[in-house]
């Protein structure tokens, strides 16, 4: 799975630590969210859409 | 606030664990292998703790959480295997033991195996799960 928060966090000049506060999480999940290594649960996903004014579908992209 | 709350107990607990075991062997005059496994599992129980509660502490200084979900993941995953290695270390250290030296383990030497096997397989787990994602 890819995901497009690093290109929103940008967006909303954002580090990660701060986007991880927003939605409540440790600064290494949203690394390896970014990374890909970690598939966050539809909560945290929603969060996190949400903290970046998207969609889930906007941020996280499907190999189908 | 209960976040700070088990810092705080796990750390006054890191401590007395120490004080009574260094109380025990300043009182004790000869030490024996079951000792030695004592001293081990106190000695992973301790630098484990130290692990948690300074991780901890580093993210609720940055005003992040302690623990989130993926934490809590890595936690049930050490378990499992933790849980696993303690069933095959309570087969094999007496196995092992029988093998190696024609003899049956003690008791309690054998839940000294279990203890530390298991505690070591979830630490080691712990720590590699948090470090490396899913």
Do not use: C
């Not at chain 1, 966090?9 to 701060?18: G, K, N, S």
């Not at chain 2, 700070?4 to 401590?15: L, N, P, W």
């Not at chain 2, 959480?65 to 936690?75: N, S, V």
Request: proline share 1%; net charge positive; glycine share 8%.
């Amino acid at each position: 799975m890819k995901t497009r928060i690093k290109e929103y966090r940008a967006r909303y000049d954002l580090t990660q630590e701060d986007l991880a506060r927003k939605v409540g999480a440790r600064r290494e999940t949203i690394l390896f969210i970014e990374k890909g290594k970690y598939n966050p649960s539809l909560s945290l996903a929603h969060s996190i859409a949400k903290a970046l004014n998207a969609t889930i579908d906007e941020l996280f992209i499907f190999d189908d | 606030m209960k976040e700070k709350m088990t810092i705080v107990v796990g750390a006054g607990i890191a401590v007395l664990v120490i004080f009574t075991f260094a109380f025990y062997f300043i009182a004790k005059e000869t030490i024996e292998l079951f000792d030695i496994v004592s001293i081990l599992i106190i000695v992973i129980l301790v630098t484990t703790s130290i692990y948690f509660i300074w991780d901890r502490l580093k993210n609720l200084k940055a005003g992040l959480p302690a623990q989130d979900e993926r934490l809590k993941l890595a936690g049930y995953k050490a378990g499992y295997y933790g849980f696993i290695a303690a069933i095959w270390s309570a087969i094999g250290s007496n196995l092992g033991y029988n093998i190696l030296f024609d003899q049956e383990l003690r008791g309690g030497l054998v839940v000294a195996a279990v203890v530390l096997v298991s505690g070591i397989v979830f630490m080691i787990s712990f720590i590699y799960f948090s470090r490396k994602g899913n």
